[in-house]
């Protein structure tokens, strides 16, 4: 879930980027978008949910191991055959 | 013949709203199938909440290329090329979107997935381009775009889009393919008389058909191993059944270790 978050945020910036240089240039493909925004702000928009979502899977991807911390802890150390366990399955 | 190809696609009305109906309750039917047989083939049915939020990213990205990007970028380079019509029947400024959505179904790999990632992309073009076909009206044309991908996916059970090999190519070719047909003729026979008034000759139903249906379908089958690849690379939980493997392996190799020292 870490890198989906990671993959989010960067394709995130880079729409926000596209759609600020598409609000300074006055882009307009002609369709009627929401409140007559521009396009521009149409992919600023759809940037912010990525993000959000983003936000929400770094959130998410934390949960476990705060969990696990939280959790009490032998009194002796674990053997070292004790299978690993998978961050990334949430 | 040549009558025929020019002539108009336009029923009576009652005719497209009989139709309308039956293809809702094919629909809901379909819908139910596939939770039913995806149960049947062992599939996971209930999403995670990294699912959720894969879909969330996936659909917003189909629908940015879907109305801004490849509007931006690639159509208007397709445009100055020669027979430029027959290029966009064949649907080749989908090629980035059937990529995101060979993604998308790679990386959730469950039922119901084509049919989320493609509402949730038909949703939010109805929110954020509000026009003649932000109704409710037109769920359906959303709907069946992902429906049969989903049947197929169900059909083909578990082990679908798992590895990056020959047999993914037929799969994103079938997938690729029913995306486009019927989605595309429902909405020019049916849904656009019915509900926008627009209509198309016979012509270019057939011809638009058949070359979204080929041109869909070979962008999905050549971009589905590197759609793998890619969520292979994102996620290993998109690869459960190549974990479980590695893992019974593993366990094995432990055990003949532990038994052996």
């Known amino acids: ?90 | 013949m040549g009558d025929l190809w020019q002539s108009t696609v336009q029923f009576p009305t009652a005719v497209n709203i009989t139709v309308y109906i039956i293809l809702v309750v094919l629909a809901l039917s379909g819908l139910y199938f596939i939770w039913v047989r995806g149960r049947a083939a062992g599939f996971t049915m209930r999403w995670s909440t990294q699912d959720i939020l894969v879909l969330a990213i996936m659909g917003v990205l189909l629908e940015v290329y879907d109305n801004l990007i490849g509007d931006q970028f690639v159509t208007p380079v397709l445009k100055l090329l020669p027979a430029s019509d027959i290029i966009h029947d064949f649907a080749i400024n989908d090629l980035p979107y059937m990529f995101l959505l060979m993604v998308g179904i790679a990386l959730i790999r469950k039922p119901y997935v084509a049919t989320a990632l493609v509402f949730l992309n038909f949703l939010l073009m109805q929110l954020l381009y509000p026009g003649d076909k932000s109704s409710v009206l037109w769920w359906p044309y959303g709907i069946y775009q992902g429906l049969l991908v989903d049947i197929y996916f169900v059909l083909r059970g578990q082990h679908i889009f798992e590895v990056a090999n020959i047999r993914a190519f037929w799969d994103g070719l079938i997938m690729g393919a029913v995306r486009a047909v019927p989605a595309v003729t429902i909405s020019a026979v049916i849904l656009g008389p019915l509900l926008t008034g627009s209509t198309d000759t016979f012509g270019d139903v057939v011809l638009n058909g058949s070359l979204n249906l080929v041109g869909n379908g070979l962008e999905a089958a050549i971009t589905a191993g590197l759609a793998i690849y890619v969520a292979h690379s994102v996620s290993r939980t998109s690869t459960h059944e190549v974990i479980a493997q590695e893992d019974v392996a593993q366990a094995a190799e432990v055990s003949q270790k532990g038994g052996a020292s």
């Not at chain 1, 759809?46 to 191991?65: H, K, N, Q």
Request: cysteine-free; aromatic content about 6%.
């Open chain 1, 1 to 90: 879930m870490n890198r989906i978050a990671l993959v989010g945020v960067i394709l995130g910036v880079l729409l926000v980027a596209d759609g600020l240089y598409m609000v300074a240039t006055n882009y307009n493909d002609g369709e009627t978008q929401l409140f007559g925004l521009l396009d521009g702000w149409i992919v600023v928009i759809s940037a912010g949910v990525i993000l959000l979502a983003s936000l929400l899977a770094f959130v998410f991807t934390g949960r476990p191991a705060k969990t696990a911390a939280a959790a009490p802890q032998p009194a002796t150390p674990q053997p070292a055959t004790t299978p690993e366990v998978k961050s990334e399955q949430a």
